[in-house]
Protein backbone atom coordinates (compact mmCIF):
# COMPACT_ATOMS: atom_id res chain seq x y z
CA UNK A 1 0.00 0.00 0.00
CA UNK A 2 1.55 3.44 -1.22
CA UNK A 3 0.59 5.67 2.76
CA UNK A 4 2.35 9.02 0.81
CA UNK A 5 -0.40 9.01 -2.18
CA UNK A 6 -3.09 7.48 1.10
CA UNK A 7 -2.44 10.36 3.21
CA UNK A 8 -2.50 12.86 0.36
CA UNK A 9 -6.14 10.89 -0.50
CA UNK A 10 -7.21 11.53 3.35
CA UNK A 11 -5.94 15.28 3.35
CA UNK A 12 -7.92 16.43 0.30
CA UNK A 13 -10.99 14.79 2.03
CA UNK A 14 -11.42 11.99 -0.41
CA UNK A 15 -14.01 9.86 1.78
CA UNK A 16 -12.59 6.56 -0.33
CA UNK A 17 -9.06 7.00 1.00
CA UNK A 18 -10.65 7.49 4.10
CA UNK A 19 -12.58 4.48 4.28
CA UNK A 20 -9.49 2.93 3.64
CA UNK A 21 -7.02 4.51 6.15
CA UNK A 22 -10.07 3.60 8.91
CA UNK A 23 -9.88 -0.16 7.09
CA UNK A 24 -6.01 0.01 7.36
CA UNK A 25 -5.93 1.30 11.48
CA UNK A 26 -8.76 -1.02 12.43
CA UNK A 27 -6.72 -3.94 11.26
CA UNK A 28 -4.81 -6.87 13.37
CA UNK A 29 -2.18 -7.57 10.53
CA UNK A 30 1.19 -6.71 12.41
CA UNK A 31 2.06 -5.30 8.85
CA UNK A 32 -0.47 -3.19 8.64
CA UNK A 33 -0.25 -2.14 12.16
CA UNK A 34 3.67 -0.54 10.93
CA UNK A 35 2.06 1.44 8.05
CA UNK A 36 -0.90 2.66 9.86
CA UNK A 37 1.32 4.26 12.23
CA UNK A 38 3.35 5.82 9.40
CA UNK A 39 0.03 7.18 8.09
CA UNK A 40 -0.73 8.94 11.26
CA UNK A 41 2.71 10.17 11.54
CA UNK A 42 2.00 11.93 7.87
CA UNK A 43 -1.77 13.33 8.60
CA UNK A 44 0.02 14.75 11.68
CA UNK A 45 1.61 17.59 10.24
CA UNK A 46 -2.15 18.51 8.95
CA UNK A 47 -2.38 20.14 12.33
CA UNK A 48 -6.35 20.03 11.42
CA UNK A 49 -8.84 20.66 14.65
CA UNK A 50 -12.59 19.30 14.65
CA UNK A 51 -14.98 19.76 17.31
CA UNK A 52 -15.14 16.09 18.60
CA UNK A 53 -18.19 15.34 20.72
CA UNK A 54 -18.82 11.99 22.45
CA UNK A 55 -22.23 10.57 22.62
CA UNK A 56 -23.17 7.95 24.81
CA UNK A 57 -26.96 6.81 26.15
CA UNK A 58 -28.51 3.47 27.23
CA UNK A 59 -29.98 1.39 23.86
CA UNK A 60 -33.32 2.39 22.45
CA UNK A 61 -33.22 5.86 23.59
CA UNK A 62 -33.22 7.13 19.84
CA UNK A 63 -28.94 7.66 19.39
CA UNK A 64 -29.13 7.34 15.51
CA UNK A 65 -32.31 9.30 15.26
CA UNK A 66 -30.61 11.70 17.33
CA UNK A 67 -27.44 12.17 15.38
CA UNK A 68 -28.98 11.83 12.03
CA UNK A 69 -31.13 14.93 12.94
CA UNK A 70 -28.19 16.57 14.22
CA UNK A 71 -26.17 16.12 11.69
CA UNK A 72 -28.14 16.81 8.92
CA UNK A 73 -28.76 20.39 11.41
CA UNK A 74 -24.82 20.76 10.89
CA UNK A 75 -24.44 20.16 7.25
CA UNK A 76 -27.50 22.64 6.65
CA UNK A 77 -25.15 25.21 8.50
CA UNK A 78 -22.66 24.29 6.29
CA UNK A 79 -20.39 21.81 8.10
CA UNK A 80 -18.59 18.51 7.18
CA UNK A 81 -19.85 15.93 9.75
CA UNK A 82 -18.23 12.66 10.32
CA UNK A 83 -19.82 9.91 12.43
CA UNK A 84 -18.10 7.20 14.24
CA UNK A 85 -20.88 4.57 15.08
CA UNK A 86 -19.66 1.58 17.40
CA UNK A 87 -21.77 -1.57 17.09
CA UNK A 88 -22.04 -4.22 19.75
CA UNK A 89 -20.47 -7.80 18.77
CA UNK A 90 -21.60 -10.79 19.82
CA UNK A 91 -19.83 -12.56 22.64
CA UNK A 92 -20.35 -15.99 20.68
CA UNK A 93 -19.71 -15.62 17.06
CA UNK A 94 -17.65 -12.13 17.57
CA UNK A 95 -20.15 -10.74 14.34
CA UNK A 96 -21.42 -7.00 14.51
CA UNK A 97 -24.73 -5.98 12.35
CA UNK A 98 -22.82 -2.57 11.64
CA UNK A 99 -26.62 -1.18 10.64
CA UNK A 100 -25.96 2.62 11.41
CA UNK A 101 -26.03 3.56 7.86
CA UNK A 102 -29.58 2.53 7.60
CA UNK A 103 -30.12 3.72 10.06
CA UNK A 104 -28.88 7.10 8.72
CA UNK A 105 -30.52 7.07 5.43
CA UNK A 106 -30.94 10.57 4.61
CA UNK A 107 -27.58 11.74 6.57
CA UNK A 108 -25.74 9.07 4.44
CA UNK A 109 -27.05 10.49 1.46
CA UNK A 110 -25.60 13.91 2.47
CA UNK A 111 -22.11 14.34 0.59
CA UNK A 112 -20.73 16.85 3.43
CA UNK A 113 -21.12 13.46 5.87
CA UNK A 114 -19.12 10.73 6.60
CA UNK A 115 -20.43 7.98 8.49
CA UNK A 116 -18.50 4.52 9.45
CA UNK A 117 -19.49 1.77 12.10
CA UNK A 118 -17.15 -0.12 13.29
CA UNK A 119 -17.21 -3.57 15.45
CA UNK A 120 -16.24 -3.14 19.52
CA UNK A 121 -15.24 -6.47 19.24
CA UNK A 122 -14.16 -7.46 22.90
CA UNK A 123 -13.19 -3.75 23.90
CA UNK A 124 -15.14 -2.42 26.53
CA UNK A 125 -16.22 0.98 27.31
CA UNK A 126 -18.73 1.14 24.73
CA UNK A 127 -16.08 1.91 21.62
CA UNK A 128 -13.73 -0.09 19.28
CA UNK A 129 -10.29 -0.52 19.51
CA UNK A 130 -9.21 2.01 17.09
CA UNK A 131 -11.98 4.64 17.58
CA UNK A 132 -9.27 6.99 18.48
CA UNK A 133 -7.30 6.89 15.27
CA UNK A 134 -10.28 6.94 13.29
CA UNK A 135 -10.94 10.21 15.22
CA UNK A 136 -7.91 11.62 14.36
CA UNK A 137 -8.36 10.57 10.43
CA UNK A 138 -11.81 12.11 10.18
CA UNK A 139 -9.68 15.28 11.52
CA UNK A 140 -7.02 15.10 9.50
CA UNK A 141 -9.75 14.88 6.70
CA UNK A 142 -11.05 18.25 7.26
CA UNK A 143 -14.18 17.49 8.72
CA UNK A 144 -15.56 20.12 11.21
CA UNK A 145 -17.18 17.92 13.71
CA UNK A 146 -16.43 14.22 14.78
CA UNK A 147 -19.75 12.67 16.02
CA UNK A 148 -18.60 9.43 18.03
CA UNK A 149 -22.02 7.11 18.85
CA UNK A 150 -21.18 4.34 21.41
CA UNK A 151 -22.44 0.97 21.98
CA UNK A 152 -24.91 2.53 24.72
CA UNK A 153 -23.81 0.24 27.64
CA UNK A 154 -25.08 2.17 30.88
CA UNK A 155 -22.87 3.56 33.72
CA UNK A 156 -19.78 2.07 32.89
CA UNK A 157 -19.70 3.87 29.55
CA UNK A 158 -16.98 6.54 30.15
CA UNK A 159 -14.39 5.73 27.47
CA UNK A 160 -15.68 7.72 25.19
CA UNK A 161 -15.33 10.56 27.51
CA UNK A 162 -11.59 10.16 27.41
CA UNK A 163 -11.73 10.59 23.24
CA UNK A 164 -13.22 13.66 23.09
CA UNK A 165 -13.62 17.46 23.36
CA UNK A 166 -17.38 17.51 25.01
CA UNK A 167 -19.35 14.33 25.96
CA UNK A 168 -23.15 14.12 25.92
CA UNK A 169 -25.06 12.03 27.31
CA UNK A 170 -28.30 11.29 25.89
CA UNK A 171 -31.71 9.88 27.86
CA UNK A 172 -35.39 8.96 27.83
CA UNK A 173 -37.93 10.55 29.19
CA UNK A 174 -39.66 8.85 32.06
CA UNK A 175 -36.91 6.21 31.97
CA UNK A 176 -37.93 5.16 35.64
CA UNK A 177 -35.08 5.95 37.38
CA UNK A 178 -34.94 10.04 36.91
CA UNK A 179 -32.47 10.92 39.68
CA UNK A 180 -29.50 8.33 38.26
CA UNK A 181 -27.84 11.78 38.27
CA UNK A 182 -26.59 11.53 41.95
CA UNK A 183 -24.79 8.41 41.34
CA UNK A 184 -21.11 8.75 40.26
CA UNK A 185 -19.77 7.44 36.80
CA UNK A 186 -21.01 8.23 33.50
CA UNK A 187 -22.89 11.45 34.92
CA UNK A 188 -19.79 12.99 36.40
CA UNK A 189 -18.61 13.11 32.98
CA UNK A 190 -21.22 14.27 30.64
CA UNK A 191 -20.87 17.96 30.01
CA UNK A 192 -24.47 17.99 28.62
CA UNK A 193 -27.69 16.36 29.10
CA UNK A 194 -29.81 16.12 26.45
CA UNK A 195 -33.76 14.16 27.31
CA UNK A 196 -34.69 13.01 24.09
CA UNK A 197 -37.84 11.92 22.46
CA UNK A 198 -39.15 15.66 23.93
CA UNK A 199 -42.48 15.68 21.66
CA UNK A 200 -46.18 14.61 21.51
CA UNK A 201 -47.49 12.78 24.67
CA UNK A 202 -43.67 12.53 26.07
CA UNK A 203 -43.05 16.08 26.30
CA UNK A 204 -44.63 16.63 29.67
CA UNK A 205 -42.26 13.85 30.72
CA UNK A 206 -39.28 14.85 29.19
CA UNK A 207 -39.43 18.27 30.78
CA UNK A 208 -40.04 16.83 34.13
CA UNK A 209 -37.07 14.82 33.56
CA UNK A 210 -34.67 17.42 32.51
CA UNK A 211 -35.43 19.25 35.70
CA UNK A 212 -34.93 15.97 37.63
CA UNK A 213 -31.34 15.39 36.09
CA UNK A 214 -30.91 19.13 36.34
CA UNK A 215 -31.13 19.16 40.00
CA UNK A 216 -29.03 15.90 40.22
CA UNK A 217 -26.26 17.59 38.36
CA UNK A 218 -26.06 20.79 41.25
CA UNK A 219 -25.43 18.10 43.65
CA UNK A 220 -22.19 16.98 41.48
CA UNK A 221 -19.03 18.53 42.48
CA UNK A 222 -18.01 21.37 40.27
CA UNK A 223 -15.06 20.84 37.65
CA UNK A 224 -12.38 22.97 36.76
CA UNK A 225 -12.63 22.96 33.45
CA UNK A 226 -16.84 23.66 33.16
CA UNK A 227 -17.97 27.24 33.59
CA UNK A 228 -20.44 28.37 35.81
CA UNK A 229 -23.66 27.04 34.39
CA UNK A 230 -22.61 23.60 33.31
CA UNK A 231 -22.82 20.70 33.15
CA UNK A 232 -26.31 21.54 32.35
CA UNK A 233 -29.78 18.97 31.18
CA UNK A 234 -31.81 20.35 28.05
CA UNK A 235 -34.37 18.78 25.81
CA UNK A 236 -34.06 17.80 22.43
CA UNK A 237 -36.58 16.12 19.93
CA UNK A 238 -34.92 14.01 17.07
CA UNK A 239 -38.53 13.27 15.38
CA UNK A 240 -39.87 17.18 14.98
CA UNK A 241 -35.95 18.88 15.43
CA UNK A 242 -36.64 21.17 18.43
CA UNK A 243 -34.14 22.16 20.89
CA UNK A 244 -31.49 20.68 18.53
CA UNK A 245 -30.43 24.72 17.66
CA UNK A 246 -29.94 25.15 21.17
CA UNK A 247 -28.04 22.15 21.72
CA UNK A 248 -25.74 23.11 19.42
CA UNK A 249 -25.57 26.54 20.96
CA UNK A 250 -24.62 24.96 23.92
CA UNK A 251 -21.68 22.71 22.82
CA UNK A 252 -20.42 25.85 21.03
CA UNK A 253 -20.50 27.84 24.06
CA UNK A 254 -18.76 25.51 26.17
CA UNK A 255 -15.64 24.15 23.60
CA UNK A 256 -15.44 28.39 22.86
CA UNK A 257 -14.83 28.67 26.86
CA UNK A 258 -12.42 26.18 27.34
CA UNK A 259 -10.43 27.55 24.31
CA UNK A 260 -10.15 30.38 25.89
CA UNK A 261 -9.38 29.37 29.52
CA UNK A 262 -6.96 26.62 28.00
CA UNK A 263 -9.40 24.14 29.40
CA UNK A 264 -9.23 22.49 25.35
CA UNK A 265 -5.46 22.01 25.09
CA UNK A 266 -4.99 20.72 28.48
CA UNK A 267 -7.37 17.91 27.57
CA UNK A 268 -6.23 16.99 24.27
CA UNK A 269 -2.46 17.07 25.52
CA UNK A 270 -4.06 13.88 28.85
CA UNK A 271 -5.89 12.30 26.40
CA UNK A 272 -2.80 11.79 24.18
CA UNK A 273 -1.29 11.23 27.14
CA UNK A 274 -3.68 8.33 28.02
CA UNK A 275 -3.43 6.96 24.58
CA UNK A 276 0.57 6.67 24.11
CA UNK A 277 0.12 4.53 27.97
CA UNK A 278 -2.83 2.26 26.07
CA UNK A 279 -0.90 1.78 23.29
CA UNK A 280 2.01 0.45 25.52
CA UNK A 281 0.06 -1.80 27.14
CA UNK A 282 -1.70 -3.35 24.39
CA UNK A 283 1.91 -3.54 22.68
CA UNK A 284 2.97 -5.44 25.61
CA UNK A 285 -0.04 -7.52 26.06
CA UNK A 286 0.47 -8.24 22.03
CA UNK A 287 3.64 -9.47 22.46
CA UNK A 288 3.12 -11.71 25.00
CA UNK A 289 0.85 -13.54 22.23
CA UNK A 290 3.27 -13.58 19.37
CA UNK A 291 6.33 -14.80 21.38
CA UNK A 292 6.51 -18.60 20.65
CA UNK A 293 8.38 -19.55 24.13
CA UNK A 294 5.77 -17.04 26.35
CA UNK A 295 2.95 -18.76 24.76
CA UNK A 296 4.39 -21.99 25.73
CA UNK A 297 4.86 -20.79 29.15
CA UNK A 298 1.38 -19.51 29.43
CA UNK A 299 -0.34 -22.46 28.51
CA UNK A 300 2.08 -24.52 31.26
CA UNK A 301 1.07 -22.23 34.01
CA UNK A 302 -2.47 -22.30 32.42
CA UNK A 303 -2.54 -25.76 32.92
CA UNK A 304 -1.02 -25.90 36.89
CA UNK A 305 -3.58 -23.15 37.74
CA UNK A 306 -6.30 -25.36 36.78
CA UNK A 307 -5.17 -28.22 38.60
CA UNK A 308 -4.80 -26.50 41.19
CA UNK A 309 -1.22 -26.46 41.58
CA UNK A 310 -0.37 -22.71 41.61
CA UNK A 311 -2.93 -19.43 42.42
CA UNK A 312 -3.48 -17.27 39.57
CA UNK A 313 -1.38 -14.39 41.32
CA UNK A 314 1.53 -16.77 42.16
CA UNK A 315 1.92 -17.74 38.32
CA UNK A 316 1.47 -14.00 36.54
CA UNK A 317 4.14 -13.00 39.00
CA UNK A 318 6.26 -15.98 37.06
CA UNK A 319 5.56 -14.91 34.09
CA UNK A 320 6.28 -11.23 34.59
CA UNK A 321 9.47 -12.01 36.76
CA UNK A 322 10.21 -13.81 33.05
CA UNK A 323 9.92 -10.90 31.14
Known amino acids: M ?9 AEGDRRALARAIT ?30 GLSGTPGVGKSSFIEAFGLMLVARGLRVAVLAVDPSSARSGGSILGDKTRMERLSRAPEAFIRPSPARTQLGGVARRTREAVALCEAAGFDVVLIETVGVGQ ?19 GGDELQGVKRGIMEMADLILVNKAD ?10 CADYAGALRLLRRRPEDPEDFP ?32 FAARRAAQDEAW ?9 LARLTRDPATRARMAEMTARVRAGEMTPEGAAADILADL
Not at 2 to 10: F, K, P, T
Open 2 to 10: DIDSLARGV
Open 24 to 53: LVESGREDHRSQAVELLEALKREEREALRI
Open 156 to 174: SETAVAEMSDLFVLLLAPA
Open 200 to 209: GDLKAAAVRT
Open 232 to 263: KALTVSALTGEGLDAAWAEMQALADWRRRHGH
Open 276 to 284: FAAEVREGL
